[in-house]
């Protein structure tokens, strides 16, 4: 019995050393020294300030700033310990009522405004954390930042077209505007006027 027992522990405290410390070690340090930044969670700092993440969407609320996604975390939005989806179905009521809200909400914010709202406006990501929109998205938002910060429109939609970065590789995703750098972008500019 000695001889089946033994040989199973120490295979068991051998595995478990390499799969539960030096594999995680050695990724951990490889991810660190390959790519810095976003081993330590891509971070974006301003003025010696960490303002966010450049991979976990912000709340803007404040009808100056570009709106990202809406966020399906609970019990506050962007909670990246509570990333997912709110699991509605199409036909589902509950989801149906929140995208008319947000509708209703992007047309008080913007009553002139007659476009089409860009779907990613009202639905939230599979993480619910998305921290960017569509180039879409960011256009039908940027006459009413433009009025509110008394900025001309070509100012505001020639920030967006800076900020809108290509699909991965160049076919991998749609382009998209991360919400975080195109706002302090936004706020830096109209700091320097």
């Given at each position: 019995?000695?001889?089946?027992?033994?040989?199973?522990?120490?295979?068991?405290?051998?595995?478990?050393?390499?799969?539960?410390?030096?594999?995680?070690?050695?990724?951990?340090?490889?991810?660190?020294?390959?790519?810095?930044?976003?081993?330590?969670?891509?971070?974006?700092?301003?003025?010696?300030?960490?303002?966010g993440s450049s991979l976990i969407?912000?709340?803007?609320?404040?009808?100056?700033?570009?709106?990202?996604?809406?966020?399906?975390?609970?019990?506050?939005?962007?909670?990246?310990?509570?990333?997912?989806?709110?699991?509605?179905?199409?036909?589902?009521?509950?989801?149906?009522?929140?995208?008319?809200?947000?509708?209703?909400?992007?047309?008080?914010?913007?009553?002139?405004?007659?476009?089409?709202?860009?779907?990613?406006?009202?639905?939230?990501?599979?993480?619910?954390?998305?921290?960017?929109?569509?180039?879409?998205?960011?256009?039908?938002?940027?006459?009413?930042?433009a009025r509110l910060r008394g900025?001309?429109?070509?100012?505001?939609?020639?920030?967006?077209?800076?900020?809108?970065?290509?699909?991965?590789?160049?076919?991998?995703?749609?382009?998209?505007?991360?919400?975080?750098?195109?706002?302090?972008?936004?706020?830096?500019?109209?700091?320097?006027?």
């Amino acid at each position: 019995m000695n001889n089946v027992i033994r040989p199973a522990l120490v295979l068991f405290a051998l595995l478990s050393a390499l799969t539960g410390l030096a594999y995680p070690l050695a990724v951990t340090g490889a991810a660190k020294a390959l790519f810095p930044s976003q081993a330590a969670g891509s971070l974006v700092v301003q003025g010696g300030t960490t303002v966010g993440s450049s991979l976990i969407g912000q709340n803007f609320g404040d009808p100056k700033h570009f709106w990202g996604r809406p966020s399906a975390t609970a019990p506050q939005p962007y909670n990246a310990s509570a990333s997912g989806g709110s699991n509605l179905g199409p036909l589902n009521p509950a989801l149906a009522d929140a995208v008319k809200q947000r509708i209703e909400a992007l047309r008080a914010a913007d009553p002139g405004n007659a476009a089409a709202v860009p779907v990613d406006l009202v639905t939230a990501s599979a993480s619910g954390l998305d921290p960017d929109i569509s180039p879409a998205a960011a256009h039908y938002q940027a006459a009413r930042v433009a009025r509110l910060r008394g900025l001309p429109p070509e100012q505001v939609n020639a920030l967006v077209a800076s900020h809108t970065q290509a699909p991965l590789w160049g076919w991998l995703g749609e382009p998209r505007v991360n919400v975080l750098a195109l706002n302090l972008a936004l706020d830096a500019s109209a700091a320097a006027r």
